[in-house]
């Protein structure tokens, strides 16, 4: 099946409606504990790589001086919108280069649609290239090889002014030996009773745990890692030292 992408550009008015950014809270509150406790250095700045809509953001501003960074000029509408006081770049995760570089990084979920193990080497050796030496990158694997589940639906609902939305999200792993998995996500969206059905389907990366440590190393990093649950998935979440 064909790769799309309409959450990131003509139903990214949806993305709004899929989670609260309170939801988000309690996961960027971790984070700011592993920056602080790893940093080598006064950690102030950070930049959200795959930043989406900006709910991260909302939650880390208060902690920190924050640019976001995404790929979807869509998304990044979003994110500035609700972080009007924050900057925004629209760059590939894998090749961008900025004139300055940053204290903490964030790569959230957006690590997954580096689907090839170039790919996924290469966003984070820009990340790498991106961060104050003593600084800390935290990075959060959706899944790994050792905790994906196949087949696993979710299904979350929303309304919002007259709008009914269920958002029905699918992982299935065709090929268990190579290092891809599928993501499809049925939009049923009702508007005031009438209903219109969307679908996205992604081709995501996925890897070992030993391979991201071993990924993460050879980038450069000092790592540390946490076991982080939500809603009953547990997640590693690494947190990343450039030594200099």
Request: one cysteine or more; glycine letters at 6%.
């Amino acid at each position: 099946m064909k790769n799309t992408c309409h959450l990131y550009t003509d139903l990214a008015w949806l993305w709004p409606m899929w989670g609260d950014p309170a939801e988000y809270a309690d996961y960027c509150r971790h984070i700011t504990r592993l920056i602080r406790q790893y940093t080598r250095r006064p950690a102030t700045t950070l930049l959200d790589i795959g930043c989406g809509g900006g709910k991260n953001i909302l939650n880390l501003k208060r902690e920190f001086s924050v640019t976001g960074l995404d790929l979807s000029p869509t998304m990044l509408a979003q994110a500035e919108e609700l972080n009007p006081e924050c900057a925004f770049i629209q760059d590939d995760m894998r090749t961008f280069r900025l004139d300055q570089t940053f204290d903490a990084i964030l790569m959230d979920d957006a690590i997954s649609y580096m689907n090839c193990r170039k790919d996924f080497e290469a966003a984070l050796r820009t990340a790498y290239a991106h961060l104050n030496a003593g600084g800390v990158m935290v990075v959060t694997p959706d899944v790994t090889i050792e905790t994906f589940k196949q087949n696993k639906t979710t299904v979350t609902q929303s309304k919002r002014d007259g709008l009914e939305v269920v958002f029905v999200e699918n992982t299935y792993d065709p090929d268990p030996a190579d290092e891809q998995y599928e993501t499809t996500v049925l939009y049923l969206i009702r508007d005031r009773g009438r209903l219109r059905i969307e679908t996205d389907h992604w081709t995501l990366g996925i890897f070992s745990i030993d391979t991201w440590r071993k990924v993460l190393r050879y980038t450069g990093f000092d790592l540390h890692e946490r076991q982080y649950n939500q809603e009953g998935d547990e997640y590693t979440i690494f947190a990343c030292v450039k030594a200099r």
